[in-house]
């Protein structure tokens, strides 16, 4: 069975993600999708909301797991027996960083390759930090996040 990680910050999951999970999904028998536990950014959801964001957006595919990690994404595809890590290009300013974090993955574990997908074009400029931003002024972001993300975007910022 082949096993793709796709892991992230997922603050919150987008449709760019969704997307690219989607796309993945038609390659792999199996899609982790696994939330960053630390991040270097601090995140407006917590580890919890953010896996369960996933969740429920994600609850009628099959083949496609969540879970988090903590600590070296190389450990972690190993002690799930992945043979491909996911990431989305977007950009080129994606490029330099991505490129650099596959040639360390390799480094640290030569088992897994690391598989670049691009998702349909209107997602390409999309992110979670934009997102956030226009939620946060009240912005309609149906286009960008499922539904219930959309819903809880609106909790957060109410508060
Ligand atoms: P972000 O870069 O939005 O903060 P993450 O850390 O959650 O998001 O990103 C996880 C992976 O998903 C990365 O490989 C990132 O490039 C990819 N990704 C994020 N948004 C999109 C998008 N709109 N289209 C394609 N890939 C994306």
Request: proline share 4%; glycine share 4%; aromatic share 10%.
């Amino acid at each position: 069975m082949k096993i793709a990680v796709y892991p992230g910050t997922f603050d919150p999951i987008t449709n760019g993600h969704v997307d690219i999970i989607k796309r993945s999904a038609k390659l792999f028998d199996k899609i982790i999708v696994t939330v960053a536990v630390n991040t270097q950014k601090i995140p407006l959801f917590n580890l919890t909301e953010r896996a369960e964001m996933i969740h429920q957006v994600l609850k009628n595919e099959e083949r496609i797991e969540v879970d988090q990690f903590d600590g070296l994404i190389a450990e972690y595809l190993k002690r799930v027996n992945a043979s491909a890590m996911i990431r989305g290009l977007r950009a080129v300013s994606d490029f330099e960083y991505e490129f650099q974090m596959s040639l360390m993955n390799r480094k640290l574990n030569p088992d897994v390759e690391t598989v670049f997908l691009t998702p349909a074009q209107e997602y390409i400029h999309l992110n979670s930090t934009i997102v956030k931003e226009v939620a946060s002024f009240g912005g309609d972001v149906s286009e960008y996040v499922p539904d219930y993300v959309k819903a809880k975007l609106q909790e957060k910022f109410k508060k």
